[in-house]
């Protein structure tokens, strides 16, 4: 029985419609955001998951700077390396010329200080953002450096950072404080190294003394001159090719700490794209899926729209009778 307060159809026609505007509404919400779970109250679960991915990828973006710095400084440090080890091997190859019968002994050494000079000139300038790990002017060497490289969440949420440590007093050339520090200003014992072919007065020698600094006591800096013996200089050539091996090794060691960084960011980068791929999963709106499902709805609603036309029709022409009688 039709009734003219309470047209049942009309309810009923507005009721499905309502639903359908807002199942419209949600999914065009949906596409515009680009997001299925936007705010807490879309899944509360899902929402949660999502935001502590978004704060650990977050976290991965930061580490990824920290090793572009940290990788930053080792390139410094081993290209300033790399010109000690060939300036080191040049003055290798002065001492062993100045061997040769009839060399002017005084000329070699002009040329052996040039490099030296040249040495510390490279140490000094390698520094990069307030750091230096080949040169050192402090009382006390900081050579304990820390590169964060990662992140760990404990079970609880706490985060941990995990970092690359490395000791840079293998890379310290020179140390105006305390010679002892420095690989080029330290006195290292050539009766260790191997046989001179006569004896030395002093057998303890440095290769450099530092700008400012005090030399090393109870040494004797490799400097020649036309009264140097053969024996000295066998000396300071075994000097020399031990300090040669040193920095070689040190820089090999560099080496190492750059790979091993490259290969950290690498990782972090390809953990930080898994993590948005997994968040993408999570929350994000399949397009296609949202576009089919706008279509149908926008369909229903046209539907609606006309089932209550329809009824307030019927309505109409019922109150139309009521009024003819």
């Keep these: 029985m039709s009734n003219v307060t309470t047209n049942r159809a009309t309810s009923a026609a507005l009721t499905v419609l309502r639903g359908v505007n807002k199942d ?23 929402w949660s998951m999502a935001t502590t991915m978004r704060s650990d990828q977050s976290s991965l973006s930061t580490i990824t700077d920290a090793l572009g710095l940290g990788g930053s400084k080792v390139d410094t440090a081993s290209t300033a390396m790399d010109t000690v080890v060939n300036i080191v091997t040049q003055i290798q190859a002065k001492l062993v010329s100045a061997k040769e019968p009839g060399t002017d002994k005084d000329a070699v050494n002009a040329d052996i200080q040039q490099l030296k000079d040249q040495l510390t000139s490279v140490t000094q300038s390698a520094s990069f953002s307030g750091e230096n790990w080949l040169y050192n002017t402090n009382s006390q060497a900081d050579t304990q450096k820390s590169i964060i490289s ?17 000791d840079s007093s293998q890379t310290l050339m020179i140390d105006t404080q305390d010679p002892s520090r420095g690989l080029l200003t ?20 440095y290769l450099l003394a530092a ?37 070689t090794s040190a820089n090999s060691t560099l080496g190492l700490l750059k790979s091993r960084i ?17 968040v993408g999963s999570l929350v994000d709106t399949n397009m296609e899926e949202a576009a089919v499902r706008q279509s149908a709805l926008q369909t229903a609603q046209q539907m609606g729209i006309q089932s209550l036309s329809i009824a307030n029709t019927m309505a109409n022409k019922v109150l139309i009778l009521l009024q003819a009688k």
Excluded: W
């Design 262 to 278: 490259d290969d950290q960011s690498d990782y972090v980068s390809k953990l930080g794209d898994g993590i948005k791929d997994s």
């Design 150 to 166: 990662n992140f760990t969440r404990g079970s609880g949420g706490q985060v941990n950072l995990v970092s690359i440590d490395y």
């Design 186 to 205: 330290k006195n290292i014992d050539a009766s260790t190294l191997g046989t001179s072919d006569g004896s030395s007065t002093a057998r303890n020698y």
């Design 24 to 46: 419209l509404g949600v999914v065009q919400q949906q596409v515009t955001s680009g997001l299925r779970v936007e705010t807490a109250s879309d899944d509360p679960t899902y």
């Design 211 to 247: 700008d400012g600094g005090t030399p090393p006591a109870d040494g004797t800096e490799i400097s020649i001159s036309s009264s140097t013996t053969d024996a000295e200089l066998t000396d300071m050539i075994n000097v020399t090719n031990s300090l040669l091996t040193s920095v």
